[in-house]
Each structure stands twice: as structure tokens, then as C-alpha cells.
């Protein structure tokens, strides 16, 4: 009778292990697929599939499962959503859509998990978008951004993002405000070497930013327009887009944008 027990217990256990074990499988292969198909879907700027790809991420929340990361890409994407948007300012109620939804995940995702450093600068990289519907609230902008960056830094200095974020920001900012071209190139310098040195923890981690980090460094160089900045821009987007091919960032805005500073 005892060895009964114990064997139905030793059989039990095992079940809940495997069980577990199939369960995280599941997790893992479903996100990874659903990152596959959301950054396939970035590439080339489909919105639709992008949307679609939001789905997924919706669909992975019911197996209950390290919910913090899926709010992380459900908030990365409105974001994108919502960032694309800012290129046409009819579009200012589509922006303010999609960055305040987006704010409110990453809150979830950061409510669950408050050391990972990508959620902060997700946050921060979502007050920038603010400033197309809120510019009355400067303030309360400028105090936010700060405070998910420090966040950002404490925990992971190294993080090529968050460089890259101080890069674009820079480099929208008027000089007048202490931003500009010149002072961007060294941020976006220092994010582009740090993703040459990047391995993600997981591989389901965000890994985005690269591609935008050539772009916008290929951009900086033209603007500056120090001794050697156009050879040193034209090379750098020659490398982007052979190591991305298949960019409609590089070879849609980024390359219109090159041809206006020329």
C-alpha cells in the first residue's frame, strides 16, 4: 500500500512538472513567433500586419504566463503605431490614441516587473510622442521623461536603447534648446556600439533599435556637416542597409530625409 502511494505521488509530481514545463514551451514558441511576425510586419511597414501581430500578443495573455513581457510588446506596438503617426498632423487623435493606450500597458507590464529596464524606456520613448497632443503639459512631460530614464540608467547603463532614445530626442530638439544634430551624433554613436556588443538575457527579450539607430546616425552625420560627415553618412547607410535589406525605415524615410540635407 505504501508503494502504491508513493508511486501514484512520484507520478503526480511528474505530471505537474511536465505539465509546467509544456506550458513554458508554449509561451516561448508562441512569442517568439509573434515577435517574428510583428518585426517581419515593421520591415516593411505593413500596419495591418502589425496589427495582426497584436493579436497574437493578445492571444498569448490566456496562458496567464510572464504577462509583464506581453504587455511590454502590446505597448511597444501602439507605440510604433503611434509614432508613425506623427508624420501627418491630421493624425494628432490616432497619436494620442495609441501613446495613451500604450502608456497604460507599460504601467501593467512595470506594475508586475519593476526592473526591466526596456519598459522604462519604453515609457520614456512615449513622452516624446505626447508632445503632439499635450503641449500644455510641458512640464509634466519633461518631469516624466526624466524619471523613466534615470529608472533606465540605474538599472542598465549599458542598454544601447536607451542611448538611442536620448539620440532621436536630441536630435529633433531645436539647438536653441540645447538639442540639435552635433550633440546627437555622439549619443547615437555610443547606442550603435553598444548593439554591437548586445545579447539579450532571452531571446523573446526586445532586441529592436538598430536599424533606427543607423538611420537616424546616417541622418545626424549630413547635419552636422562637420570635415568627412557626408562620407562618413554615406558609408553608414551603405552598411545599414546591407545588414537590413529589407528596411522600408532606410529606404523610405530615411533615405527622403537624406535627400533634403544634401
Known sequence: ?????????????????????????????AIMKA???LFAAMTINDEKGIVKS????????????????????????????????MSDPSNKDKVKKYTESALSLIDKSILVRDDFADAYILRYALQFNRWAYEQDKMADIIAASEEARNKAEKLEPDNPRL??????????????F????????????????LFGKRVE???????????????????????????????????????????????????????KEMEKLK
Open 201 to 255: 538575457k532571452e531571446a523573446y527579450y526586445p532586441d529592436w533599435g538598430k536599424e533606427m539607430c543607423y538611420g537616424f546616425l546616417t541622418l545626424a552625420y549630413l547635419k552636422r556637416d562637420d570635415d568627412g560627415d557626408k562620407k562618413l553618412s554615406s558609408d553608414l547607410y551603405t552598411k545599414a542597409t546591407a545588414e537590413f535589406p529589407s528596411s522600408s525605415f532606410l529606404s523610405g524615410y530615411i533615405k
Open 178 to 193: 540645447g538639442g540639435g544634430a552635433k550633440k546627437a551624433v555622439p549619443m547615437l554613436e555610443k547606442s550603435l556600439d
Open 35 to 37: 515577435k517574428k511576425n
Open 1 to 29: 500500500m505504501k508503494n502504491t502511494l508513493k508511486t501514484f505521488l512520484i507520478a503526480a509530481l511528474l505530471f505537474v512538472v511536465s505539465s509546467e514545463c509544456l506550458r513554458a514551451d508554449d509561451f516561448t514558441d
Open 54 to 85: 497584436r493579436g497574437e500578443f493578445e492571444r498569448i495573455l490566456q496562458l496567464k504566463k510572464q504577462e509583464w513581457i506581453v504587455n511590454y510588446y502590446l505597448a511597444f506596438i501602439d507605440y510604433s503605431i503611434g509614432s508613425s503617426a
Open 163 to 176: 542611448y538611442l532614445m536620448d539620440g532621436v530626442s536630441t536630435y529633433y530638439t531645436p539647438e536653441m
